[in-house]
């Protein structure tokens, strides 16, 4: 999983890799803990710590069987992925596969079991101009879904196809 800084920095040059082998629609997708300020007060920081880690791992580990997938720890209880080359269908089921996974996962923090679930804003944009320097735009709509993702009650997935 690698920092914010890292995407901020190789943006540029990872999208235009994209471009140029024309894997398209790409997928940017916003990852958010549910309920988060509760464990770190029922269960303490450092437990919490724990947890962003393990789900920061999990999420890592399903992105990066795409190729030039990417994951980011983005800040806070937030992450933040992209993936090329994928249809709604497959993305769809892949990030179901995700918020299964956390939320049967049972994390285990010195001796305490805590669950977790999360929610998963999903922006599909099916061309990127080859002028694009700045991920914030994709952001801004993968977190827009994100939100809805909340609104709707939590522990789910918000697509939504783009022309760009």
Known sequence: ???????????????HSIIGEKLFPVAFIMFDLDHFKRINDTFGHTSGDHVLKEV????????HTIPQGLAIRYGGEEFFAIVPATSEEKIKEFLEEIRKSVEKKKFLFNGQQISVTISIGCAIIKHIEENISSYKDFYKK???????????????????IYDS
């Open 1 to 15: 999983m690698f920092a914010r800084s890292v995407l901020e920095e190789n943006f540029s040059r990872y999208i």
């Open 56 to 63: 920061g791992n999990l999420i890592a580990t399903h992105i």
């Open 142 to 160: 993968a977190d827009s879904l994100l939100y809805e993702a909340k609104k709707k009650g939590r522990n789910r997935v918000e697509i939504k």
